[in-house]
């Protein structure tokens, strides 16, 4: 298996990893404080998957790697409201702040060229 392999069974375990956390039914697992702050938690998973999709696959442009994670967070949403008996739901505040996510991690990888490009 070559390196190219190696990055994309790992790319593709990390999105499974995310799906399945999704679908699951966190009532009274998470501490009741949690509860509608999980919007925090959409930001920061998003950005983090921008940055390390664009480590691992340096040749797929911003705008790809954007519309890639838009459509992962489209999914999960529509997963939650088909697959997850009303525990799970679909949520448009989630999708803002996935998209919130995305423009981070675009401003991260930004910054993090600016600064690499200047070096």
């Known amino acids: ?7 994309l069974v790992l790319w593709l375990l990390i999105i499974l990893l995310i799906i399945t956390t999704s679908l699951l039914d966190l009532t009274g697992v998470v501490r009741w404080w949690w509860v ?3 919007k925090h938690f959409h930001l920061i998973l998003f950005a983090l998957f921008i940055v390390v999709t664009q480590l691992l696959f340096t040749h797929l442009s911003l705008v790809k790697i954007s519309l ?50 200047s070096n």
Do not use: P
């Open 36 to 38: 509608d702050q999980d």
């Open 68 to 117: 890639i994670t838009f459509g992962l967070g489209l999914l999960i949403e529509l997963l939650q409201l088909l697959l997850t008996n009303g525990n799970r739901r679909f949520d448009i505040y989630d999708v803002a702040f996935n998209i919130i996510g995305i423009a981070l991690g675009l401003f991260i990888l930004l910054v993090y060229r600016g600064k690499t490009m």
């Open 1 to 7: 298996m070559t390196k190219t392999h190696h990055k």
